[in-house]
Nanobody
Framework: VQLQASGGGLVQARDSLRVSCTASGGTINSLTVAWFRQAPGKERAFVAAISWAGGGPVYSDSIKGRFTISRDNAEDMVYLQMNSLKPDDTAVYYC?????????????????WGQGTQVTVSS
């Protein structure tokens, strides 16, 4: 299974944007999926995650209350809805998956990664 993130773009501060994660070679419905982001010069950081078995969602403190992770099993997609965007949210956003049901915040816990999608928030 491979994952692919899409939907990034250039938006202004306080705008909303939704990024999507889809799978190829398998179904995303059998994966616990997390979103990570990496800003220029910074480490890749956990954003949010949701289990395939109904656990979660779990959010990082920096985006809690502004971002919502969800999954649509019928569409075989996982989404990250981002509201009230700030320039500090500018980063490449990656989705990652793992087959276990337990949600982890650590990057090393995820063994399926997709190419990221760039989100740029202007002030």
């Amino acid at each position: 299974v491979q994952l692919q993130a899409s939907g990034g773009g250039l938006v202004q501060a306080r705008d909303s944007l939704r990024v999507s994660c889809t799978a190829s070679g398998g179904t995303i419905n059998s994966l616990t999926v997390a979103w990570f982001r990496q800003a220029p010069g910074k480490e890749r950081a956990f954003v949010a995650a949701i289990s395939w078995a109904g656990g979660g969602p779990v959010y990082s403190d920096s985006i809690k209350g502004r971002f919502t992770i969800s999954r649509d099993n019928a569409e075989d997609m996982v989404y990250l809805q981002m509201n009230s965007l700030k320039p500090d949210d500018t980063a490449v956003y990656y989705c990652a998956g793992r087959r276990a049901t337990v949600i982890h915040r650590e990057r090393r816990s995820y063994n399926v990664w997709g190419q990221g999608t760039q989100v740029t928030v202007s002030s």
